[in-house]
């Protein structure tokens, strides 16, 4: 299969599951397409969580069952809405659709029906069916904005990556991609996708529980699955296709609803956003650069569960997969939900409390209409929550785990503002040609336009609180300020290349709507009689002016950050090289090599090897596991180097190392310094001690690697038919002699007799503690 075909077979997993939800349960076709992704992912999240309670296996059929019932339980809501509307006997007001959007004038109230509906206007049988449908005009500029912004990203992200050895094979030398990798391995041999099940797979001594959110995983095991990738292939598949969709409709749909009507300058404002947001530096390119895909993900989906949520005041049957969406964006990662929250609660007091979605004339049916609107948001959403409740006090932990982090820099309270404002953190350095001025100056005049003249509130004050958020981030403001900014910024890690995402989505989308009303007033759109020739100079103008965008957006200082940020963790073979890619073949070939475990360093890479040919290794991530000390991997991992060497002055007594890696039935000790990051310092105990450690083997040698078998998990035969010659690329020393001179590979004779001398490990009470190696900063 080539590279288009698996392109295109990803997207349709990535968006037929949500748009056939969304669609069967109530919404109009565009907003379907439009919400297909998040609604998607919450279906992988939820089959995923739900099939690993009931202990059965993840797998394409298994979700296939699952996902009929969510589908027949969407049907049953759209039934239910036809009847209730039928019991009605009465017409459904025409600003309740929004059009399936906001109207685009304002309606005035009328008295209410004896029935006590409402009803800003009465639309005939069968007028205005074409409205909000899939051959409505309103839907051609957007979603041409956003499929040329879909084709830049993805064309030019494949592009970038076929220029990685490996290319769709390419390991990232990056920290988080390990673990990404690891899980969805994890996914495709045990067929575990619940989120919180995951301590199975990091805490493989002790399977303590921790939880992290698997819908990004599931969503690549589901396309590896069909397309037929390993889990290398797979992420790296997902790491394009899903931000590289998710952007441009999340940025058009902002836009969209800034404006909050569905007229031209709404449709001019979408269809610029979607294609502009390819130049952002900070989301796509350094968002992939740092590995935080599912973060990223779960980002690049929020604009569009964010007019999804908007949409369900004026069409509650929306809420359904409002609701799916909103499961969607939690499960591809929580952090993101913050954004929503903030949106929403501004939204409703800054535009629906002055503006409900139904108007009413009598002062209890405005004040119903008011909480009639808060009511359908608080299902949509609390209906998402409840799902997801069992999830979410499982990673109440990790949460904790995560508001830890801190990443401060030098820079003073002005520059902390300018920074934010001008999206210039953290790796911003790689675009050093790319000049955000004009961008701002038209997010500027959009954002003008949306106070002047739509007396939108609540989209600047978002923005303004998130440039809050992220300049805290940098420098932290006084007390009480930085605390209450940190309830919200901790929850993504404080760091501000994160926090700076949101800015950047409503930057760029406010300058979508200043472009499109920059082009309505040279169109002399105001000038009412001309409307049909401003409509027409309008589009023409828009036209040339998404034209204009692409060249704008793939200018020369746009290009060669994106590739950096592509491939500038995939080239230089820093954690996992090639010389580390024949040893893992080298490896798998060995006996007993899937039969037990492989110890090693957690922090040189070699964990890598679960991911690329599913090698048992104990370190499934760079990070530490949950292995306290006394542990037999925290045994393993500090005292490697005492395999073999006795106890009690006895030599060939059993020593708790000895018993240690008998009962977590380690095989292996793989050796590929140096570590990720720079100050875990070199774990010489196993780079060096192993070489003269009686206890174990050297079998393989190559350059920095070393693969070491531990004695006593093999024959003699065994041992030496992977040492014979040949089989390492490098010489191996010779094996130890006896005093007769043979050869001798050495395993302890003796259990542990006890005596004067014992050894001393944390197995043994007059060991002092030893620390656990440091984590990542």
């Known amino acids: 299969m080539d590279l288009l075909q698996a392109v295109l077979i990803t997207a349709l997993v990535f968006t037929v599951p949500g748009a056939a939800l969304a669609w069967v349960s109530g919404l109009r076709l565009p907003w379907a397409l439009a919400s297909s992704i998040p609604?998607?992912?919450?279906?992988?999240?939820?089959?995923?969580?739900?099939?690993?309670?009931?202990?059965?296996?993840?797998?394409?059929?298994?979700?296939?069952?699952?996902?009929?019932?969510?589908?027949?339980?969407?049907v049953v809501w759209r039934l239910g809405f036809m009847l209730v509307g039928r019991r009605r006997h009465r017409p459904v007001p025409a600003v309740e659709s929004e059009a399936e959007a906001e109207p685009s004038?304002?309606?005035?109230?009328?008295?209410?029906?004896?029935?006590?509906?409402?009803?800003?206007?009465?639309?005939?049988?069968g007028e205005n069916r074409r409205e909000g449908g899939i051959l409505d005009p309103a839907w051609l500029l957007p979603a041409a904005g956003v499929f040329t912004g879909i084709w830049l990203f993805l064309s030019q992200g494949f592009r970038f990556l076929e220029m990685a050895p490996g290319q769709l094979e390419n390991i990232v030398q990056g920290w988080d991609v390990h673990w990404h990798a690891s899980m969805v391995r994890w996914i495709m041999d045990e067929g575990i996708a619940d989120p919180t099940r995951m301590g199975e797979l990091r805490n493989i001594e002790t399977a303590a529980d921790l939880y992290y959110p698997s819908a990004w995983h599931t969503g690549a095991y589901l396309a590896a699955d069909l397309v037929g990738l390993s889990p290398i292939a797979a992420i790296n598949m997902t790491s394009i296709v899903l931000p590289g969709m998710a952007l441009p409709l999340s940025a058009a749909m902002i836009a969209w609803k800034m404006v909050g009507n569905r007229g031209l300058t709404a449709q001019l404002a979408a269809g610029i956003a979607g294609?502009?947001?390819?130049?952002?530096?900070?989301?796509?390119?350094?968002?992939?650069?740092?590995?935080?895909?599912?973060?990223?993900?779960?980002?690049?989906?929020?604009?569009?569960?964010l007019a999804l949520f908007m949409h369900v005041p004026y069409r509650p049957i929306a809420a359904f997969a409002a609701a799916v969406s909103f499961t969607g964006l939690v499960q591809l990662h929580p952090s993101a939900v913050t954004i929503l929250l903030m949106v929403l609660a501004l939204w409703w007091l800054f535009h629906l409390v002055w503006a409900p979605a139904r108007r009413y004339t009598s002062v209890a049916g405005k004040i119903g209409a008011r909480f009639r609107d808060l009511g359908w948001l608080a299902l949509?959403?609390?209906?998402?929550?409840?799902?997801?409740?069992?999830?979410?006090?499982?990673?109440?932990?990790?949460?904790?785990?995560?508001?830890?982090?801190?990443?401060?820099e030098d820079v003073t309270r002005e520059e902390s503002w300018l920074k934010s404002i001008y999206m210039q953190t953290r790796h911003i350095d790689a675009f050093p040609d790319f000049d955000p001025t004009l961008l701002l100056w038209l997010a500027g005049i959009g954002g003008v336009a949306l106070i002047l003249w739509r007396r939108n509130l609540w989209a600047p004050i978002f923005y303004g609180l998130s440039v809050w958020l992220t300049a805290n981030s940098l420098m932290?403001?006084?007390?009480?300020?930085?605390?209450?900014?940190?309830?919200?910024?901790?929850?993504?890690?404080?760091?501000?290349?994160?926090?700076?995402?949101?800015?950047?989505?409503?930057?760029?989308?406010?300058?979508?709507?200043?472009?499109?009303v920059i082009i309505r007033l040279l169109s002399l759109a105001p000038v009412k009689k001309w409307a049909p020739w401003t409509t027409v100079v309008s589009i023409i103008l828009g036209l040339v002016a998404g034209w204009g965008t692409v060249r704008w957006a793939t200018a020369d200082e746009v290009l060669e950050g994106a590739e950096w940020g592509i491939n500038g963790p995939r080239l230089d073979g820093r954690m996992v090289s090639d010389v580390d890619l024949r040893a893992f073949d080298w490896l798998a070939q060995q006996p007993g090599a899937y039969d037990g475990l492989i110890m090693g360093e957690p922090a040189d890479g070699h964990g890598w090897m679960y991911a690329y040919n599913s090698l048992p290794s104990v370190m499934r991530h760079y990070l530490w596991p949950d292995a306290k000390p006394g542990t037999d991997t925290e045994l393993l991992y500090w005292h490697g180097d005492l395999l073999g060497v006795g106890n009690n002055d006895d030599p060939e007594q059993t020593n708790t190392v000895d018993q240690a890696a008998k009962d977590l039935d380690v095989r292996f000790f793989y050796v590929s310094p140096w570590n990720f990051w720079d100050f875990q310092e070199p774990h010489l105990?196993?780079?060096?001690?192993?070489?003269?450690?009686?206890?174990?083997?050297?079998?393989?040698?190559?350059?920095?690697?070393?693969?070491?078998?531990?004695?006593e998990a093999f024959t003699d035969a065994e041992i030496e038919q992977m040492r014979a010659p040949g089989n390492s690329p490098e010489p191996l020393p010779p094996l130890p002699t006896d005093e007769t001179g043979a050869e001798t590979i050495h395993r302890p004779t003796k259990p542990d007799l006890g005596g004067p001398n014992p050894l001393q490990t944390p197995g043994n009470p007059d060991t002092p503690p030893v620390e656990i190696p440091a984590t990542r900063p």
Not at 50 to 70: C, K, M, N, Q
Not at 493 to 507: D, E, G, I, K, Q
Request: glycine share 12%.
């Open 39 to 74: 609604v998607s992912f919450g279906t992988f999240g939820l089959v995923g969580w739900l099939l690993g309670v009931i202990g059965w296996r993840f797998d394409t059929p298994s979700y296939l069952l699952i996902y009929a019932g969510l589908f027949l339980l969407a």
């Open 105 to 125: 004038e304002p309606v005035e109230a009328v008295p209410e029906t004896p029935a006590g509906s409402t009803a800003a206007s009465i639309r005939g049988e």
């Open 275 to 305: 294609i502009a947001i390819f130049a952002s530096p900070v989301l796509m390119w350094i968002g992939t650069y740092v590995g935080a895909w599912p973060y990223l993900g779960a980002i690049a989906v929020s604009g569009t569960v």
């Open 380 to 408: 949509a959403g609390g209906v998402g929550t409840v799902v997801l409740l069992p999830q979410l006090l499982s990673g109440s932990e990790a949460t904790e785990e995560v508001s830890s982090f801190t990443a401060y």
């Open 476 to 516: 932290p403001f006084a007390e009480p300020w930085n605390e209450w900014l940190d309830i919200i910024g901790s929850l993504h890690y404080s760091t501000a290349h994160r926090l700076v995402m949101p800015v950047a989505l409503f930057t760029f989308a406010a300058a979508g709507v200043g472009v499109a």
């Open 685 to 711: 105990p196993l780079i060096d001690g192993l070489w003269l450690t009686p206890g174990v083997t050297p079998v393989y040698r190559e350059a920095n690697v070393a693969i070491f078998a531990v004695n």
